[in-house]
């Protein structure tokens, strides 16, 4: 699987962003897709993810309510839908992806920057 990430960019408080992850691969049936970030001095954090057979996803906490992420089958194409956007959400992100039942993330895009301004 490879992952190709875009959409970060600088906004304000409040604003929204929207990220996409194309995936190249012969099937993702069998992954679960997600995104992480990192922000500047701190450890790599989960996100949100999304199997791709099927309709389960999850949040961390302090994103739920906030973030959507949904996927476009015909484009393999994952979407973080990112509202309300606050400035401790600055940080790179991450698409990744991993087989269902693992709890290692194998497969990185290259991140992208997101920055919020206060």
């Known amino acids: 699987v490879q992952l190709q990430a875009s959409g970060g960019g600088l906004v304000q408080a409040g604003d929204s962003l929207r990220l996409s992850c194309v995936a190249s691969?012969?099937?993702?049936?069998?992954?679960?897709m997600g995104w992480l970030r990192q922000a500047p001095g701190k450890e790599r954090e989960f996100v949100a993810s999304i199997l791709w057979s099927g309709h389960n996803t999850a949040y961390a906490n302090d994103v739920k309510g906030r973030f959507t992420i949904s996927k476009d089958k015909a484009k393999n194409t994952v979407v973080l839908q990112m509202n309300n956007l606050k400035p401790e959400d600055t940080a790179v992100y991450y698409c990744a992806a991993k087989m269902r039942g693992d709890s290692t993330w194998a497969k990185w895009g290259q991140g992208t920057q997101v920055t919020v301004s206060s």
């Open positions: 691969a012969r099937t993702l049936s069998y992954y679960v």
